[in-house]
């Protein structure tokens, strides 16, 4: 095997390939899986280049290489807030067919704390980790759109959840556990110092050391990465910025409500997916991710658009114990296939029978969760139903006071002045779901 200068060849490492695949015909030599790139290079105005021969015709070529500045310029530019990063990494989990993850928060509010996520999923084998985790930007989402075991839509293709790694902390420590083809369970462990990758190396020559050891069947498979070296203190409002952040990632209404039937070679159901966080510097932080005073609600309005534009609404009414449903007259054929799911709330005592929160507690998060968000195959696309974000003019609405409610009226006899029902977005929990596997519109 061969191995980089002042490297003992006898330390298994991996390094990150910039090529996707062998450049034939020249002197430059690329090795597959654990091994190293041995190349000649030539230096154009300061930069490195990888330079062949043609050895047939005598033809001289440039290639493309990577400056490893590439990972933490475009980890700031893809993961703009310290949440959405640890939320790229929640993604790769629920891609994985994890049923839970947990955001470990340690000494994060001083310099050098660690953060850890851990989750159930399936795991990487060791193909996996040299043909994804150390290749950047692969196609494997494209050519394998749906996790193998749930059928989840896979929830990105750009690898972001490496970059977002590299901008939460100096170091990383990928321990995972998968099961194998021949049937053994294997843990593999990689150790990545991100400072290793300095301005003008190239990334493929900076090794990666890593271990691999063949477990008892009864070990669970799963992922658990250790983020070392924070790079920034997490103050308070970061951390429940995060948990606000997570709480709405996933969509509250479930993946299969959502989404519908999906292509998938699993018929296992899937179970769902929790997210729950472990942060003890700040008090009720802590617990699981969830949304289920929903159930609370005054009343739920779904809406589906069909592929031939007709629309159908229901509406059920929880205190009253009623459904109402309707069919529109207009058709919307040029609009999409679509669906919705919004959840009315009145911040009165009497309305929130069996909440375990206060009147006010509850008001806050509407303030702050309230809105009609937007999921594509299951999460959440920015920044729509975000704190400030009125796209569909509700509040705009509801302070000129152009409609009322009369509905709420004929099947709640108790309220009074429905006028002032007119819901706003502190009062509105909702989401439209649209995928690029089930209802992709093609059409002009």
Request: hydrophobic content about 35%; charged content about 25%; glycine content about 10%.
């Amino acid at each position: 095997m061969l191995s980089p200068k002042g490297v003992n060849p006898r330390t298994r490492a991996l390094t990150l390939p910039s090529q996707g695949q062998d450049i034939l015909g020249g002197n430059l030599r690329l090795l597959q899986g654990a091994s190293y790139i041995r190349t000649p290079f030539i230096h154009l105005r300061g930069s490195l280049y990888l330079q062949t021969e043609d050895s047939s015709t005598g033809n001289h070529a440039l290639h493309f290489s990577v400056d490893s500045h590439l990972l933490l310029e475009l980890g700031e530019r893809l993961v703009a807030r310290k949440s959405v990063a640890l939320g790229e990494l929640v993604k790769n989990a629920y891609d994985a067919d994890a049923t839970r993850v947990t955001v470990r928060l340690r000494d994060v509010s001083k310099p050098g704390g660690t953060i850890l996520v851990e989750d159930d999923g399936e795991g990487m084998t060791f193909e996996d980790v040299v043909a994804g985790w150390m290749r950047i930007a692969t196609d494997t989402k494209l050519k394998s759109p749906v996790s193998a075991k749930y059928g989840r839509p896979r929830t990105g293709s750009k690898g972001i959840g490496r970059f977002a790694c590299r901008v939460l902390a100096d170091a990383i420590m990928i321990e995972t556990v998968a099961l194998r083809p021949s049937g053994e369970k294997e843990r593999v462990t990689l150790s990545i110092d991100w400072t290793e990758f300095k301005p003008g190396t190239l990334v493929g020559s900076v090794p990666v050391a890593y271990s691999r050891q063949v477990v008892e069947p009864s070990t669970p498979t799963g992922l658990k990465l250790s983020l070392k070296r924070v790079r920034d203190v997490w103050t308070d409002d970061d951390i429940l910025e995060m948990r606000r952040d997570l709480m709405t990632l996933v969509s509250p209404y479930g993946v299969r409500q959502a989404l519908g039937d999906l292509p998938s070679s699993s018929a296992i159901e899937d179970p769902g997916f929790e997210i729950s966080i472990d942060a003890p510097e700040l008090e009720g932080v802590s617990g699981p991710v969830s949304e289920q005073f929903l159930k609370h609600s005054w009343g739920r309005l779904e809406g589906e658009l069909k592929e031939d534009g007709t629309a159908k609404y229901t509406l059920e009414v929880r205190r009253a114990k009623r459904k109402y449903s309707l069919t529109a007259e207009r058709r919307f054929s040029k609009a999409g296939p679509a669906r919705f799911v919004v959840d009315y709330f009145v911040w009165k005592r009497d309305y929130l029978a069996g909440l375990s929160i206060s009147v006010r507690d509850a008001q806050k998060v509407g303030i702050g969760q309230g809105g009609i968000r937007v999921y594509l195959d299951g999460f959440r696309v920015l920044t729509y139903g975000q704190p400030g974000d009125d796209w569909l003019k509700l509040d705009f609405d509801r302070g000129r006071r152009l409609t009322t409610f009369r509905v709420l009226k004929e099947v709640d006899k108790e309220l009074e002045r429905p006028a002032l029902f007119l819901p706003g977005n502190n009062q509105i929990f909702g989401a439209t779901f649209l995928s690029r596997l089930v209802w992709c519109n093609t059409s002009p």
